[in-house]
């Protein structure tokens, strides 16, 4: 731990003691989904909550970095209450959005059944995003992400792993303390999200970001098993 006004020793000047990803957590509000700043020198936000709250998600991440220097929006998926503020955080940003290739097309044409508008209550026009591939890596700086597909929860669900870092960000697939996502959803599927739980489990993850409630950093594999004991068990 570093003491104020004193560098730690064991780092050069000017190097960044940092192993992996720095990750900036600005917590939902209400149903709106947790925002993640990725900060590095192409910084990244993911997920934008419903945009109810996004004047006061933003001004957070502004406190972090500029606004304009946010390049990419990536989306875990197009659930309203993480894509809502979409519009709101790319008229503050200029970024490009992005989303799973597998719900670009229904998202651009403004579908409120997969994207769960219509039980917001919202209509919806769509939005133009940027298709992401499995496998694909986005380029940060220091850290390269990788887009994993995880389906259950929706149909075009991604992680984005950090492999340095052992970490992810993991959208409605899985919660702290045990949480798993609806698979009840329209394109939902309690055994591909049984399968996407276990993917993330072998990836031996030491910190792990989800899209709603706490985070957890260095026991990542706790809550993961638990997850992994609920979902086995489910029907
Ligand atoms: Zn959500
Ligand atoms: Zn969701």
């Known amino acids: ?6 560098r730690p020793k064991f780092y050069k000047t000017g190097a960044i003691p940092i192993h ?3 990750v900036h957590y600005v917590a939902g509000v209400a149903y709106d989904s947790n925002v993640y700043l990725l900060e590095d020198e192409d910084p990244v936000l993911v997920d934008t909550g419903t945009g109810m709250y ?9 406190n972090i970095v500029p606004l304009k220097r946010i390049g990419r929006i990536v989306l875990t998926h197009s659930h309203y209450d993480h894509m809502g503020g979409a519009k709101a955080f790319q008229e503050a940003t200029g970024a490009k959005l ?3 290739e597998a719900e670009a097309k229904p998202l651009m044409a403004g579908d409120t059944s997969l994207t769960v508008s219509d039980m917001f209550g919202q209509r919806f026009k769509g939005i133009e995003v940027e298709p992401l591939r499995t496998g694909q890596r986005l380029k940060l700086g220091k850290t390269e ?17 950090d492999p340095v870092g052992a ?4 959208g409605d697939t899985v919660f702290c303390n045990g949480g798993v996502g609806r698979w009840d959803l329209p394109g939902g599927d309690l055994a591909e999200l049984r399968s996407s739980v276990n993917r993330l489990r072998e990836l031996g993850l030491k910190n792990l970001y989800p899209g709603h409630g706490s985070y957890a950093e260095g026991d990542a594999k706790m809550h993961l098993d638990m997850a992994a004991g609920y979902i086995a068990e489910a029907y």
């Open 98 to 100: 992005y989303l799973h």
């Open 167 to 170: 970490s992810a960000i993991v």
């Open 54 to 62: 996004a004047d006061t998600a933003l001004e957070e991440v502004s």
């Open 20 to 22: 992996g990803m720095k």
């Open 145 to 161: 992400l990788q887009v994993l597909h995880m389906p259950g929860h929706s149909p075009g669900s991604v992680a984005l792993y």
């Open 1 to 6: 731990m570093a003491v104020r006004g004193q």
